[in-house]
């Protein structure tokens, strides 16, 4: 099956670029392209097929580097070899891999190593007891404040068609705590400007939800489609929400640039891009009083052990909390929730938080 361009209305799958050693056609890499392929068909999100493939490949290449040319070469014992490696491993800048990072290496290994067995190409699974490392628990490290929110919003040029599409792209992160992956895909129609409401289309693991949109953001994307957009647009038939300087739909890494401009202009010194306003967002909502079952709903959480029953929250309620605690607002309030459970949402920012800058950083070494 090949990847590149589909012909059936599905967005196109990002190709990970041929490392700088070509992997061994004769070895594990054609079963690597059916295992993809695998993925594809049980329709697995795109994001998680490219993390699994630039693991799956760095495994390979490490194997082609050690005559290690079939599925069948690969045992138990290599496999925790090459966990020492990881391990061991030093990036240029001489730091080790984080332990989120090692764990997103191998995990996808054991799932590759299982449909080997099950597609019967290997008798037995080696990876089946394959030891993954624990994921501590850490707070972010790269929290903004309000006032440093506050100057960066401050930075693009709203005179500007570009500068007021960046300033309403900001406001939403901010307000609504999106990935970068959900900002890029939302839709005009995903706006109901009526209600006060986002809908995210089959965010991180395919789940959708409804979002409150804070007023003073919304006031910021409504001039935005107003001013804006009908400027920066060429394709009337367009359907998305930003667009690019071009007009077509805004690319994440182009919206990671912009971002990463503009914190820069702020002079703001702090590691990250779209995902500082998410932590911002879930950490100043909940100083002001927010409960974390609201954070987690909003964040799209559904499956942190703390709670079970946040995707059932109202949006409703979820707007009354937001209103209430959100810092970005065109009147302010004093009431405030009840907090609670901090520590394991803010553990699991901080590891989105790695792995999104991991990620890159692994994509950009490709």
């Given at each position: ?182 900002l890029t895909a939302l839709k005009t129609y995903d706006l109901d400007c009526r209600r006060a409401i986002v809908v995210v289309r ?165």
């Amino acid at each position: 099956m090949a990847r590149g361009k589909r012909t059936d209305g599905q967005p196109k799958r990002r190709v990970v670029k041929a490392q700088s050693r070509p992997l061994n056609p004769n070895g594990i890499a054609p079963y690597l392209e059916q295992h993809l392929e695998w993925l594809t068909v049980k329709a697995y999100a795109t994001d998680t097929i490219d993390r699994r493939e630039i693991a799956l490949r760095r495994f390979i290449e490490w194997c082609d580097e050690r005559g290690l040319h079939a599925p069948q070469d690969i045992t138990k014992p290599i496999l925790e070899r090459y966990q020492r490696h990881l391990y061991y491993y030093r990036k240029s800048n001489g730091k080790p891999l984080a332990l989120s990072t090692q764990h997103s290496f191998l995990a996808p290994l054991k799932t590759f190593f299982k449909w080997l067995t099950q597609e019967n190409h290997l008798l037995y699974n080696p990876a089946s007891e394959l030891m993954l490392p624990k994921q501590p628990k850490h707070l972010p490290k790269e929290i903004l404040s309000v006032e440093e929110v506050e100057q960066i919003l401050a930075q693009p040029d709203y005179e500007t068609a570009e500068g007021l599409r960046d300033r309403a792209m900001l406001e939403t992160l901010y307000s609504t705590g999106l990935r970068r992956m959900e900002l890029t895909a939302l839709k005009t129609y995903d706006l109901d400007c009526r209600r006060a409401i986002v809908v995210v289309r089959e965010g991180k693991g395919k789940r959708d939800r409804i979002l409150p949109i804070g007023e003073r953001a919304l006031a910021w994307v409504e001039k935005y489609l107003e001013d804006s957009r009908p400027k920066l647009a060429v394709d009337l038939h367009e359907e998305a929400l930003f667009l690019d300087d071009w007009g077509g739909a805004m690319a994440r890494d182009t919206l990671a640039h912009k971002v990463k401009i503009h914190i820069r202009n702020a002079g703001v010194d702090k590691k990250g891009c779209c995902h500082l306003f998410r932590h911002a967002m879930a950490t100043h909502m909940l100083d002001n009083g927010a409960d974390t079952r609201f954070i987690q709903a909003m964040l799209g959480h559904a499956d942190l052990a703390t709670t079970q029953i946040y995707t059932h929250v109202s949006v409703e309620k979820l707007r009354d909390i937001h209103t209430a605690t959100h810092p970005a607002k065109l009147k302010r309030s004093d009431e405030a929730g009840e907090e609670s459970g901090t520590t394991d949402l803010l553990s699991s920012l901080a590891a989105e938080g790695v792995e999104e800058l991991e990620t890159l950083e692994a994509a950009e070494r490709l």
